[in-house]
Structures are given as C-alpha cells and as structure tokens.
C-alpha cells in the first residue's frame, strides 16, 4: 500500500510517500510562515519524480500538532480533501512525535521541542525503550527556558530544529473516525 505523509504544523515542512513501509519520496525543508508556497509543489514534486497519482495512495498520515495555526492548517486541510475525495483512511499523529520518531530505536528519554512565537516551544519528553515509544509527561506549551528548566533533572537528549529526525516505522498513526469534525491541535490560547 502507498502512504502519503504530511505535516506542515512546524518550521519544518515534511513530505513523503511510503510504498510497502518503505520511503520512496521524501521532501524536507524549513521555513519561515512559508510552507503554503511550498507544500503542494513539494508534492507534486514526488508525484512526478515516481509517475504517480494522488488517485494511488491508500491512505494519509498527518502532523496534527501542536503546532502554528496557519502551518497546521495547510497539511491538513490537504488531507481531509484528499481522504474524502479518495474515499482512503486518514490517520493523525503528534507532529512532535514524527520530528522524533527517527530516535525511537535508541533507548533513552528525548526531549522534543519545536518553536513558537516569543521564545515559547512546543515541547514533551518521549521514551524510548526496545523500539517502542510512550509519553513521558503532557506536551505542553511554554517558554523555552521554563521547559528546559522543568526538565533539568532528567537525562535526556534534545530534539529540535537542529537534529529533527523522522523515521516512519517509528510512528503510531490514530486512525480518523469522524474526517468532518477533525482540527487542528492548537495547544496555546495566546501569548
């Protein structure tokens, strides 16, 4: 089965296509409060560059947050579209979770953190431990030198802009029941 991969929530624009629990296409590139110039380009990019169709996927994972407003919405607008259109499952998964789940088959506490307005992060620890991955502790919204504090005592390694790394066999993807009423995970109220 095919699998498109989207997620647009941070600076970092991720696309990919899975044949099989394979990467066939993978397209990464930060940016700044511009990924709606680059998103659909990105993907018709690979569609071209495998002579596929949008018509060949048969399913959608998304990056549903935490995350920016307007950068949440681009991904997933585009794959409730095609998940109704196409009649093929729709999946969501934290996006920290997919800018770290290429750390999830080295052991260990990771600390992910992806940028805000006014020097606040998005941030959650994750553990890793034989290839699986659980929560440690709530995702939550603050400045970034108040998380870092809140987890001082914890040894664990940094996930951010620098070292992002994505790993689709690391994902735990939640399928979709009600595609109408799905949005985005905001998180913030406002700074």
Do not use: C
Not at 145 to 150: G, I, K, P, R, V
């Amino acid at each position: 089965m095919r699998t498109m991969i989207l997620d647009t929530s941070t600076a970092l624009m991720y696309v990919a296509f899975v044949q099989n629990n394979q990467v066939i296409y993978e397209k990464k590139q930060f940016g700044k409060n511009n990924h709606s110039e680059h998103f659909l380009l990105a993907i018709e990019e690979g569609l071209k560059h495998l002579s596929w169709q949008v018509k060949d996927f048969g399913a959608i994972i998304v990056g549903i947050g935490p995350g920016s407003y307007t950068g949440l919405r681009i991904s997933l607008t585009v794959a409730k579209i095609w998940a109704w259109t196409l009649q093929i499952p729709l999946y969501t998964v934290s996006s920290l979770d997919l800018l770290a789940s290429g750390y999830y088959h080295q052991n260990g506490l990771y600390a992910v953190v992806s940028l805000a307005k006014s020097g606040h992060v998005y941030g959650k620890v994750l553990k890793a431990q034989d290839g699986s991955i659980r929560p440690f502790g709530e995702e939550s919204f603050m400045e970034k030198t108040a998380f870092l504090d809140s987890i001082k005592h914890l040894n664990y390694s940094l996930v951010d802009e620098q070292n992002y790394l994505v790993d689709i066999r690391g994902l735990k993807p939640e399928l979709v029941q009600d595609l109408h009423n799905l949005s985005p995970y905001y998180m913030r109220r406002g700074i």
